[in-house]
């Protein structure tokens, strides 16, 4: 990255010129590099990436103090700010297929997250292809998955779908007892395979539905 003064002969710039090169500031200082365009940007591993990545920008602003206090130590650490701590730490868990954390280090212990556990008033997910799209949902049970705060949603091209960040195409808030739905959306015709899993706010990640839902997508 190349520090410059001046750009395209005037004070500041920021943007794309020429279709080639992008102009922007980074930390007062204006700078340029070249304009790159993703041969794939929604590719499997880029979505799964996404979807956690939006989770974490959400979920921060909720914590509780003490909850973001518990990541100064490893931002001070690594020079940078709590929020960006927390964001990395749990990039890193979701690659090794673990639940995001809420407060550092990850407790896993709030681990009731059964997602085919019906015994009081959970459903188990559902699936139905549209023209264009996928729809379902599910409600997790009030005993069996009493912890779970969100959804993980994967999306696999044949059966069956593992339980991978890179297969996860949507992370939804849920609350154990209340139904909760999801579309998927534009997808090319064919058939998709769908399962769940539950997590809690301390890292912990339930099993896979066992069931290989199924949508027909025309």
Partial sequence: MA????????????????????????KGRNYARQ?????????????????????LSQIWSSLSAPDKATWDTLAEASQVSSFNAMVGNNLARWQANAGPTQAYPAAETNDDLLPDDVGVDGELLSTTGHDGFASGGATPDSTGAADAIAAILFR??????PLSWATA??????????????TDSPLDAGTYHYKIAYFSDDGAIGALSAADNEAVVT
């Fill in 3 to 26: 520090s410059i003064t001046g750009p395209l002969h005037s004070d500041d710039a920021s943007g794309k010129f020429a279709g080639s090169i992008v102009y922007s500031k980074w």
């Fill in 35 to 55: 304009l790159v365009t993703p041969s794939n940007p929604k590719s499997a591993a880029q979505v799964g990436i996404r979807v956690m990545m939006k989770w």
């Fill in 156 to 161: 696999g091209a044949a059966a069956p779908t």
């Fill in 169 to 182: 195409i949507q992370i939804l808030a849920v609350t154990p007892g209340a139904a909760w739905t999801f």
